[in-house]
């Protein structure tokens, strides 16, 4: 079976920091690109960042770009998001995901990823 498990995550004050990590069981996307999305209550997912399969391309959306940092361990299979300079505009349900089909570069797009973390909480209070 294969999974994406989340860690990290929890309630942090504005301007703090919190690293997420998500480690892949089951089968390895050692090969393919990765991401992170968010929801907020009441909005739809949203694209956060993404990463290639080696690491040596990522993209960020418009509303992270220069505080939050995407990257991967693939000798521990592992993906992570550093959050720093955090805003209560950063609460949401956090996921990670991988695209089995993103062989080359990197996805914003929610439809190309196929395997989803089980989401966790970040709280940012004011």
């Known amino acids: 079976q294969v999974q994406l498990v989340q860690s990290g995550g929890g309630l942090v004050e504005s301007g703090g920091s919190l690293r997420l990590s998500c480690t892949a069981s089951?089968?390895?996307?050692?090969?393919?690109?990765m991401g992170w999305f968010r929801q907020a209550p009441g909005k739809e997912r949203e694209f956060v960042a993404t990463?290639?399969?080696?690491?040596?391309?990522?993209y960020y959306a418009n509303s992270v770009k220069g505080r939050f940092t995407i990257s991967r361990d693939n000798a521990k299979n592992t993906l992570y998001l550093q959050m720093n300079s955090l805003k209560p505009g950063d609460t949401a349900v956090y996921y990670c995901?991988?695209?089995?089909?993103?062989?080359?570069?990197?996805?914003?797009?929610?439809?190309?990823?196929?395997?989803w973390g089980q989401g966790t909480q970040v709280t940012v209070s004011s």
């Open positions: 089951g089968r390895t996307f050692n090969g393919n690109g």
């Open positions: 990463i290639s399969w080696n690491g040596g391309l990522t």
């Open positions: 995901a991988a695209g089995s089909r993103i062989r080359v570069g990197t996805s914003s797009a929610i439809a190309e990823y196929d395997y």
